[in-house]
T-cell receptor, first 112, second 113 residues
Framework: DQQVKQNSPSLSVQEGRISILNCDYTNSMFDYFLWYKKYPAEGPTFLISISSIKDKNEDGRFTVFLNKSAKHLSLHIVPSQPGDSAVYFCAASEGGNTPLVFGKGTRLSVIA | SAVISQKPSRDICQRGTSLTIQCQVDSQVTMMFWYRQQPGQSLTLIATANQGSEATYESGFVIDKFPISRPNLTFSTLTVSNMSPEDSSIYLC??????????FGSGTRLTVV
């Protein structure tokens, strides 16, 4: 049973446009959500996170939106740059030293 | 946040052999987590290692195949035993720092031939 779902395995966006990556979850106990960027043969790189008490968190070009009622979150990258091309993982936590649960990832390709 | 040193970064191993992966953390942490990422797949939790007790394994993973040691609050090892080509993956350790912080090692890319 997949608790964190990223239904789009890949996304292609032109440079300068907005990239929107989506994530859905089923576990109501999740109260903290994170987005990671990952290159092959490297550990995940933390991008941005959001607590369940918020509906938006912004950090530079990255914004994460959380819709708790829909159990849905999204990562917006604007403007998209070729260096953003990577696999993006959505992850969720119940907090308090519990492990992260990851989605399957979305491969973002930003085309110059 | 914590810094993790994970070794080896990569290895090519013969089937039937074992490989031990080490993670050293620069601060004391209660929980350490071990993940596997098979080619093109997500990060899947193998087990949670708490110092002073047996590791807790997720469904589909067993101690005989993936024994874990956690001798102190800064160190853990994961052994991949009796390897087959299906074990070819990236293995990652992670720690929880504070209520919502997580740090990952740089990963071990294992190829079994």
């Amino acid at each position: 049973d997949q608790q964190v779902k990223q239904n789009s395995p890949s996304l292609s966006v032109q440079e300068g446009r907005i990239s929107i990556l989506n994530c859905d979850y089923t576990n109501s106990m999740f109260d903290y959500f994170l987005w990671y960027k990952k290159y092959p043969a490297e550990g995940p790189t933390f991008l941005i996170s959001i607590s369940s008490i918020k509906d938006k968190n912004e950090d530079g070009r990255f914004t994460v939106f959380l819709n708790k009622s829909a159990k849905h979150l999204s990562l917006h990258i604007v403007p998209s740059q070729p260096g953003d091309s990577a696999v993006y993982f959505c992850a969720a936590s119940e907090g308090g030293n519990t492990p992260l649960v990851f989605g399957k990832g979305t491969r973002l390709s930003v085309i110059a | 946040s914590a810094v993790i040193s994970q070794k080896p970064s990569r290895d090519i191993c013969q089937r039937g052999t074992s490989l031990t992966i080490q993670c050293q953390v620069d601060s004391q942490v209660t929980m350490m987590f071990w993940y596997r990422q098979q080619p093109g797949q997500s990060l899947t939790l193998i087990a949670t290692a708490n110092q002073g007790s047996e590791a807790t394994y997720e469904s589909g993973f067993v101690i005989d195949k993936f024994p874990i040691s956690r001798p102190n609050l800064t160190f853990s090892t994961l052994t991949v035993s009796n390897m087959s080509p299906e074990d070819s993956s990236i293995y990652l350790c992670s720690v929880a720092t504070g209520l919502y912080g997580y740090t990952f090692g740089s990963g071990t890319r294992l190829t079994v031939v």
